[in-house]
C-alpha cells in the first residue's frame, strides 16, 4: 500500500490567511493526487485532481501543485466556508489511499 | 445535478452482512467510470473500501478483501456495498461516490451501527 502523510493534521487560521496542506506519498505517484474538502453533514467535496487540476465549480482560491512524492493544497485567500477537513487521496495504485486529514479551524 | 443516495439499515448485529445500495440520479449511471465505497469511523479520517470500476474489474481493500463485495445495477442506477462477518470496529459512516478523470460525486452519507 502507498502510505500517504499529511500534514499538519489540524491548524487554526483566521479568515483572508493563506493556508498551506502538505501531502506526501511512500513513493512515487506521478500526479495521480487529488484533494478533498469535508464537512460534517455535508458532502465530501473533490477540489483538484490530477495533483494541480481545479475542479469545475471549484473557487479559484483553491490551488494544487506538486508531482512525484510531495503535493500542496494552497488555499489562497480562507473563507468562512472553507473552515473544514482536507484530504489528500492518491489513485496511482490500489488500494487507493487517504491520508490522515487536516483539520482547519478558527483561530 | 447530480446526486447520490445511500440506503440501507442504520443498525447491524455483530457477525451479520452490513449492506448499503447507492441510488444515482441526474447523470446516467452508465456514463461513469468508477463506483466506489469509502467510509469513515467515528473520530478518524476516511477509509477506502474498494472501488468497481468499468468493464466489471473490482478492487478492494486488502485489510477488508475478504469480507466485501461491491456490485452495480446499470439497470436500477444503483451499485451496493456488502459487507460480511462485521463487527463493532465496523462501525463507520459509509459514503458512496462514482465519477469519471475529470468530474466525481459523493453522496452524504450513511451511518451505520454495529451493535447487539
Known amino acids: 500500500d502507498i502510505q500517504m502523510t499529511q500534514s499538519p493534521s489540524a491548524m487554526s487560521a483566521s479568515v483572508g490567511d493563506r493556508v498551506t496542506i502538505t501531502c506526501r506519498a511512500g513513493q512515487d505517484i506521478s500526479n495521480s493526487l487529488v484533494w478533498f474538502q469535508v464537512k460534517p453533514g455535508k458532502v465530501p467535496q473533490r477540489l483538484i485532481y490530477a495533483a494541480s487540476i481545479l475542479q469545475s465549480g471549484v473557487p479559484s482560491r483553491f490551488s494544487g501543485s506538486g508531482s512525484g512524492t510531495e503535493f500542496t493544497l494552497t488555499i489562497a485567500s480562507l473563507q468562512p466556508e472553507d473552515f473544514a477537513t482536507y484530504y489528500c487521496l492518491q489513485y496511482k495504485s490500489y488500494p487507493r489511499t487517504f491520508g490522515q486529514g487536516t483539520k482547519v479551524e478558527v483561530k | 445535478h447530480v446526486h447520490l443516495q445511500e440506503s440501507g439499515p442504520g443498525l447491524v448485529k455483530p457477525s451479520g452482512t452490513l449492506s448499503l445500495t447507492c441510488t444515482v440520479s441526474?447523470?446516467?449511471?452508465?456514463?461513469?467510470?468508477?463506483w466506489c465505497w469509502v467510509r469513515q469511523s467515528p473520530g478518524k479520517g476516511l477509509e477506502w473500501i474498494g472501488e468497481?470500476?468499468?468493464?466489471?474489474?473490482?478492487n478492494y481493500n486488502p485489510s477488508l478483501k475478504s469480507r466485501v463485495t461491491i456490485s452495480v445495477d446499470l439497470s436500477k442506477s444503483q451499485f451496493s456495498l456488502d459487507l460480511y462477518s462485521v463487527t463493532a470496529a465496523d462501525t463507520a459512516l459509509y459514503f458512496c461516490?462514482?465519477?469519471?478523470?475529470?468530474?466525481?460525486?459523493w453522496g452524504q452519507g450513511t451511518l451505520v451501527t454495529v451493535s447487539s
Open positions: 468497481f470500476y468499468r468493464g466489471g474489474i473490482t
Open positions: 461516490a462514482t465519477g469519471t478523470v475529470t468530474d466525481e460525486s
Open positions: 441526474g447523470v446516467s449511471i452508465s456514463s461513469r467510470n468508477w
